[in-house]
């Protein structure tokens, strides 16, 4: 549980990106994980800012203006009626001030200054009714207390913005439906953090300066983690360690108060491990996977002008030069990498990690698995140009053992057990709350799992 708190503060602070770039792709079917996924519970404490609608003015109904008839009374010339050039007020949103006079060549007569009674009148004071205001819509109502739709729009803005990012050719009405799945998502998370909080007051859970001291320091014992490397990682997320105290100060009360309802109720033995392990042996197999390294060669296609089949000449003919220059007994790999690949992995001399069959395309696959530790392909020619292959390790297909899996199989059991817990909880305080839905939120059609990546 306590890295549910660990991951809680600095999640909430970084975003990690992770870029191929113009390694060889990876097909959607990813190798075998050999450990089990830990699901989390995370709440985060709500933050309901209604933003007010900003200001508009405008001249479209100012038809005419009259100067002011008791200052002119009481100057030496008269009055005159002047009407505003309405030509000019026709661009949107400009401003009454900025409209032109047109006063008459001949004064208008004066009018007569009121009298003594009707000085004594009341003044009406009429208002221009202001430019029609977008309406910041109620889109759920807690226990009283209207939750706007901008509240849910700030939620989901970081999410939409990534996504409009990575899919810039995702048709527009695929987008709308995304959109909508995560607003409604958002609206249901409000809905379990308001009434969390009504839990949290009612109980009078509160947490300390000192409280919030001592689970930063557990939490980086866990991670081993130095004060120093820290302060140091969250310094380059552009953070502060101020910012993950707040954080941890906000959510500690969450986790608290659903360390309550967890009380006596997730025991997980051994047995129950074991007896995991036994019926989902697949999950602990390990695929047989390569270590490889490469250096890509492609086309140089900068110059508009440039004949494309010679510059696919050229850049073959330059691949065969450097698989002289790497096959030399003292050649460095790396190196020639650093200086020669048009891959990212370039700058870790042209390393791609462990990768099982299936994950690179079919040609830079079928090459690299065909080596032995330290031998080097021939050049290999895929859609991302040329590549030199080494391959530096291999491990064959194996499963994991029990001993190997079993406290992360515990912990799995543990935090399915309290995930369920939590979702009979928020059930059972949405049954005793007054929820109102102005407009029953639509059903959103399933977005692919791929296009959710965050």
Known sequence: MRRFLFLLSLLALFSISFCVGCQPEQNAQQAAKPEPVIPEVT???????????????????????????????????????????????????????????????????????????????????????????????????????DISQSVVDELVAPQIQQIAAQNSQVPPAFFEQYKKQLEQKAIENIVIEELLSGQIKELNLVVSDED?????????????????????????????????????????????????????????????ANDYYVKNASQFQVPEQVRASHILITPDLSDPNTDPNQAQAQALEKAMELLA?????????????????????????????????????????????????????DVVETKFGYHIIKVTDKNEASTKTFDEVSEDIVAMLENQKKQQIAKDYFESLKAQATIVYPQKPEQPTDVPAETQQQ
Do not use: H, Y
């Open 325 to 377: 220059e790497v096959k030399k007994p003292d050649a460095d790999f790396a190196q020639l990498a650093k200086e020669n690949s048009k891959c990212p992995s370039a700058a870790s001399g042209g390393d791609l990690n462990f990768f099982a069959r299936g994950q690179m395309v079919p040609e830079f696959d079928e090459a690299a698995f065909a080596l032995d530790p330290n031998q080097i392909s």
């Open 43 to 145: 709440v985060a404490e709500p933050e309901v800012v209604v933003a007010a609608p900003a200001e508009k003015t405008g001249c479209a109904k100012v038809k005419e203006c009259k100067s002011d008839v008791t200052a002119a009374a009481d100057k030496a010339e008269p009055a005159k009626e002047c009407k505003v050039d309405v030509n000019t007020c026709t661009k949107k949103d400009q401003k009454p001030e900025q409209c032109s006079l047109q006063c008459p060549a001949t004064p208008v007569e004066p009018k007569a200054a009121p009298s003594v009674e009707e000085q004594a009148k009341p003044v009406e004071v009429t208002k221009e009714s202001p430019a029609e205001q977008p309406v910041d819509k109620v889109v759920v109502t807690i226990n009283g207390k």
């Open 212 to 272: 919030v001291d001592q689970q930063l320091e557990e939490m980086l014992a866990e991670q081993n983690l130095s004060r120093t490397d820290f302060e140091a990682l969250i310094a380059a997320q552009g953070a502060t360690v101020e910012q993950v105290k707040e954080n941890l100060k906000k959510s500690l009360p969450f986790q608290n108060l659903l360390e309550m309802q967890f009380d006596g109720k997730v025991d997980v033995t051994i047995d129950d």
